[in-house]
């Protein structure tokens, strides 16, 4: 069992910068494939970015494409996600998905594994 525990969540004015972190208790994810996820209030949750296991490929939903991050830290204990140019619509709750050794997957059932998730604010 994979226990994955998001951080970095907050509040943030429109225009604003935060970063998530993914890390799973006891052991690095260097051989999951990890995604983010979101879910605002009253919406079904949605496909944000995903880093490959390998570390060679990334995707994003183009809802976030060019704002977002995703990335691994150098020891691959945790994987990041940088966001930038944060919109009043990015306030939802994040989460941090992961499945071991799989491609890329933008559908909840490409993962095994998930956090608890993490508020993010973003005000107008």
């Known amino acids: 069992q994979v226990q994955l525990v998001e951080s970095g969540g907050g509040l943030v004015q429109a225009g604003g910068s935060l970063r998530l972190s993914c890390a799973a208790s006891g052991r690095t994810l260097s051989s999951y494939t990890v995604g983010w996820f979101r879910q605002a209030p009253g919406k079904e949750r949605e496909f944000v970015a995903a880093i490959s296991w390998s570390g060679g490929n990334t995707f994003y939903a183009d809802s976030v494409k060019g704002r977002f991050t995703i990335s691994r830290d150098n020891a691959k204990i945790t994987v990041l996600l940088q966001m930038n140019s944060l919109k009043p619509e990015d306030t939802a709750v994040y989460y941090c998905?992961?499945?071991?050794?799989?491609?890329?997957?933008?559908?909840?059932?490409?993962?095994?594994?998930w956090g608890q998730g993490t508020q993010v604010t973003v005000s107008s």
């Open positions: 998905a992961a499945i071991a050794r799989r491609p890329i997957g933008r559908m909840d059932y490409n993962y095994d594994y």
